[in-house]
């Protein structure tokens, strides 16, 4: 069965500061893994995507990392903001006959306090 | 500007009623998803249509109904036999086939709750 865990289940940091947020996954046929972002009460937003060959990608302070090795994938927030404060899912999807089967995690919410 | 707009915002329902959730996308998407969320846990499919007059279950697909009779309309209808049906509603759109990789563009949700 495929899963996404995330960790940690909630954060909380200061203003400025820098955090770090982890994906794990047993997806397969692994075809990319997407970072969304969600403010309370709204719809999720996707911040990155990855695909196999990628190790690294960068979206303003937002880095996303991929080991497709190990199976994890981490999203570094730098210099964080009031406006960070949300929870951020990790989706892997699948390939399945020229489609995408997507497995979500349960996300990580994350409180910037200033 | 192209995007789904998800309607009512907020839903209160009596027990025993049913309610239907608008869903309407302008994004020429061929797929449209409803997704319930609930605190503490990650999106669950409960159905999916993949092209106009078809749609298949999801994984929580008991006690509710949808219709696409029109490319841009999923409305979903939560029945009375739907047990725990307080949550947050996302509906969702991409296109078919797997263009844009399978990005999944949400609406703002709309919140059910059962009184």
């Known amino acids: 069965k495929n899963q996404v865990e995330q960790s940690p289940q909630s954060l909380i940091i200061l203003e400025g500061k820098n955090c770090t947020l982890q994906?794990?996954?047993?997806?397969?046929?692994?075809?990319?893994l997407r970072w969304y972002k969600q403010d309370t009460g709204r719809g999720p937003v996707s911040l990155t995507i990855?695909?196999?060959?990628?190790n690294t990608k960068s979206n303003g302070r937002y880095t996303a990392t991929l080991d497709a090795d190990t199976k994890q994938s981490s999203l570094h927030i730098t210099a964080s903001q009031l406006s960070d404060s949300a929870s951020y899912i990790c989706?892997?999807?699948?390939?399945?006959?020229?489609?995408?089967?997507?497995?979500f995690g349960r996300g990580t919410s994350l409180i910037v306090h200033p | 500007d192209g995007g789904i707009t998800q309607s009512p915002k907020y839903l209160f329902r009596k027990e025993g009623q049913n309610v239907t959730l608008s869903c309407e996308q302008n994004?020429?998407?061929?797929?449209m998803y409803w997704y319930r969320q609930d605190p503490g846990q990650g999106l669950r499919l409960i159905y999916y249509?993949?092209?106009?007059?078809?749609?298949q279950k999801g994984d929580i697909a008991e006690g509710y109904s949808v219709s696409r009779e029109k490319k841009e309309s999923f409305p979903l209808t939560v029945t009375s036999a739907q047990k725990n049906p307080t949550a947050f509603y996302l509906c969702?759109?991409?296109?078919?086939?797997?263009?844009?990789?399978?990005?999944?563009?949400f609406g703002e949700g709309s919140r059910l709750t059962v009184l």
């Open positions: 249509s993949q092209i106009v007059n078809d749609f």
């Open positions: 994004l020429n998407h061929d797929a």
């Open positions: 969702a759109s991409n296109r078919r086939g797997g263009g844009d990789t399978g990005e999944l563009f």
């Open positions: 989706v892997v999807s699948a390939a399945s006959g020229g489609s995408y089967i997507p497995t």
């Open positions: 990855m695909t196999f060959s990628e």
């Open positions: 994906c794990n996954y047993t997806v397969s046929p692994f075809s990319n």
